[in-house]
C-alpha cells in the first residue's frame, strides 16, 4: 500500500496573486522561480506537488516531469535529487506549471479550447506549486523560500481536429516567452502567494487532495 505523505512542516501551494481568466476557465500556465546560493558539493533534494502539471528546471536545465497522475482521492509526491545539477555560487530553480480545468468545465466549437489531457485530472484553482526541499543549505520550501512568479502569455490552446489523448493543440508565440525565464534575474516576475496550506494534523477538515509518496520510480531522461 502506498504510504500518505507526511511533512515536517505545514506545506504551502503558492500561486500567482492574479489568474488569466476568461469567460470560461482556460488552461492556464504560471512559471514559478527562486533564486539561492549553494556550497561546493551541496546535497538538495526536493519535494514536489503542483496543480496540475509541472516541468523542472534546475540552472537552465530540465530535471523532471511530474507529478505522477493520480485521481481526485489520491495525488502523488515525486521526490528529485538535484544535487548533481547544483553549482557553487548563484542558482536558479524554474518550474513550469501548467494547470488544467476538470472536464464539467470543458467547452467546445469556439476556436478555442480549454481540453485537457485524457485521464488528467483537472481543477479550477489555477497553477498551484508545493515544494518541500530537504539537505543543506538553503531552505526552498515554498511559503517559506521567496519564490516569484509569471503567468505565461504565449500560449494559446486552440480547437482543431479531437485530441482526447493530448488535449487541446498548443499554439506558441515565442516572442511573448519571458526572456529572463531561467536567469536569476526577475524583472517581470511577482512575488508569489500562498492559495492552500497543506496540513494533515487539522482534524475534521476534508483537504482538496490528499498526498501521497510516488509509488513508481521517476521517468528516465537521456538522450
Known amino acids: 500500500m502506498t504510504d500518505r505523505v507526511h511533512f515536517k512542516k505545514p506545506a504551502h501551494l503558492i500561486a500567482s496573486g492574479k489568474r488569466s481568466l476568461r469567460d470560461f476557465l482556460p488552461i492556464e500556465t504560471a512559471y514559478f522561480k527562486t533564486v539561492f546560493t549553494a556550497q561546493p558539493g551541496e546535497k538538495k533534494t526536493l519535494r514536489l506537488f503542483a496543480l496540475s502539471r509541472y516541468c523542472l528546471y534546475v540552472n537552465g536545465q530540465m530535471v523532471n516531469n511530474g507529478p ?79 519564490w516569484m512568479v509569471k503567468n505565461d502569455e504565449a500560449i494559446r490552446y486552440i480547437e482543431k481536429s479531437p485530441g482526447f489523448i493530448m488535449g487541446g493543440t498548443e499554439e506558441v508565440d515565442a516572442q511573448k516567452l519571458p526572456k529572463n525565464l531561467f536567469e536569476a534575474d526577475c524583472e517581470g516576475f511577482e512575488e508569489a502567494v500562498t492559495a492552500t496550506v497543506y496540513d494533515e494534523r487539522r482534524f475534521s477538515e476534508l483537504m482538496p487532495f490528499v498526498l501521497y509518496e510516488r509509488p513508481l520510480p521517476l521517468l528516465t531522461l537521456e538522450e
Open 68 to 146: 505522477l497522475k493520480g485521481d481526485r482521492n489520491q495525488s502523488y509526491v515525486d521526490t528529485v535529487d538535484i544535487s548533481a545539477f547544483l553549482r557553487a555560487g548563484e542558482n536558479v530553480i524554474v518550474l513550469k506549471v501548467t494547470s488544467f480545468p476538470p472536464g464539467e468545465a470543458y467547452v467546445y466549437g469556439r476556436g478555442e479550447t480549454n481540453v485537457g489531457p485524457y485521464g488528467g485530472t483537472g481543477t479550477a484553482s489555477g497553477p498551484q506549486l508545493l515544494v518541500m526541499s530537504e539537505g543543506d543549505g538553503a531552505d526552498l520550501a515554498t511559503g517559506y523560500a521567496k
